[in-house]
């Protein structure tokens, strides 16, 4: 009977380790699985710092494509380090030199002046730091990329629009933007593709991009010349500024304007402007920053990235 009971403690112990060796190896499967689905749904993120350059946020284009610029970068976690050149060529040089020590992994740029970027461009690009540059090209140094809207095609459709408007042989003016900067080079350049031997352009010069200064420019221009029958600004706000000119001479003019900014699609509403071409510049800065990360995260990206351009009347 002794014998009995220890035969059977035995098996008992026998198959209650078994049952422990078999609980403990279907355990195991378990935990290494949660290991690897942890492992794949944690996102490898690393958060970039960029600079950003911007011409002027004087200048509501300008002050849309950088908010949106900033947005973009918030929702993709990098940072964004914003600095306004104001207009001034040795201000953006030494805002791309502080970049540099304050260690970005890339430089976006939006020159005041084309050519004097170039400088600065090669010595980040030295110095192993990436540069894409945004609505205004850099002549004379490699960028990663450029992305802007087709400046030669909007103005040369604006300036087809404007013969329309005013009939061939008719006199008018041009008011340019910043000297040097490429999208006053390129839409001068579209702008006279369309009106050269159609039309007279009695009377040009540079606002600046600036309204105030299309204001005083145009005055100036329809005292010289009274007998102008439209202008073709290369910004909006030039474009605003002849409309208050015209207004203040009691002088009926076309005004085509270029950028598509609320005060001038406001004025093409109400019949102060003829047109103006619509960029997008909201686009352009979250392209811009969009296209930074893909480059820094080992993406390959286009050299020259476009953003359509169109014609907008009442």
Known sequence: MKKLLAIVLMLTLVI??????????????????????????????????????????????????????????????AEL?????????????????????????????????SKAAAASVKTASDA????????????????VSHIASDNVLGAKLAGEYLISLVGEGAKVAELEGVPGASATNDRGAGFHLAVDGKLDVAAKQTANFNRAEGVTVMEN???????????????????????????????????????ATDDALKAVQEGKMAATVAQQPGLMGEMAVEYAIKHLSGEAIEASIPVPVELVTK
């Open 128 to 143: 192993g730091i990436p540069v894409i540059s945004v609505d205004r090209s850099v002549d004379g140094a490699t960028v």
């Open 81 to 113: 380090l914003v600095v306004d050149a104001s207009d001034d060529t040795a201000k953006q040089a030494s805002t791309i030199e502080n970049f540099l020590v304050q260690g970005v992994d890339l430089i976006i740029i939006n020159p005041v002046d």
């Open 16 to 77: 209650g380790l078994g049952a422990c060796a078999a609980s403990q190896t279907t355990a195991a499967p378990t935990t290494a699985a949660a290991t690897t689905a942890a492992a794949t749904t944690a996102p490898a993120t690393k958060s970039f710092k960029i600079g950003f350059s911007v011409s002027t946020l004087n200048n509501p284009f300008f002050v849309t494509m950088t908010e949106a610029a900033t947005a973009k970068a918030q929702a993709l976690g």
């Open 221 to 259: 221009m329809l005292q010289a010349t009274p007998d102008l029958k439209g202008v073709f600004a290369h910004n909006d706000e030039m474009a605003l500024g002849a409309v208050v000119a015209a207004e203040n001479r009691k002088t009926e003019m076309v005004v085509i304007g270029f950028d």
